[in-house]
Nanobody, 118 residues
Framework: VQLVESGGGMVQPGGSLRLSCAASGFTLRSYDMSWVRQAPGKGPEWVSASNIGGGSTYYADSVKGRFSISRDNAKNTLYLQMNRLKFEDTALYYC????????????WGKGTLVTVSS
């Protein structure tokens, strides 16, 4: 199992980025998936989740209305569209395979860095 994030970078406040997470070694459509971020000096923060098939999506209050999670099952890829970025969105963003509340996140990528700066 491998997860590889990409799409991070530096952006001004109010800007947008789209993160991608390429999955291999398993079939994306068969699993819930999540995005988690970790800001400098802080603990991990769950950001968003997409259930099996992508029919339901969930967001942390801090990103609701600004971020959108989606998946392309044919490409085995998960996405996170981030709009109206704020300074406090600066973090290392990880995608992870989500086994639910009991079993948690079992595989993580290495992350992609998002820096919001003027």
């Amino acid at each position: 199992v491998q997860l590889v994030e990409s799409g991070g970078g530096m952006v001004q406040p109010g800007g947008s980025l789209r993160l991608s997470c390429a999955a291999s070694g398993f079939t994306l459509r068969s699993y819930d998936m999540s995005w988690v971020r970790q800001a400098p000096g802080k603990g991990p923060e769950w950001v968003s989740a997409s259930n099996i098939g992508g029919g339901s999506t969930y967001y942390a209050d801090s990103v609701k209305g600004r971020f959108s999670i989606s998946r392309d099952n044919a490409k085995n890829t998960l996405y996170l569209q981030m709009n109206r970025l704020k300074f406090e969105d600066t973090a290392l963003y990880y995608c992870a395979r989500d086994l639910g509340d009991y079993d948690g996140l079992d595989y993580w990528g290495k992350g992609t860095l998002v820096t919001v700066s003027s």
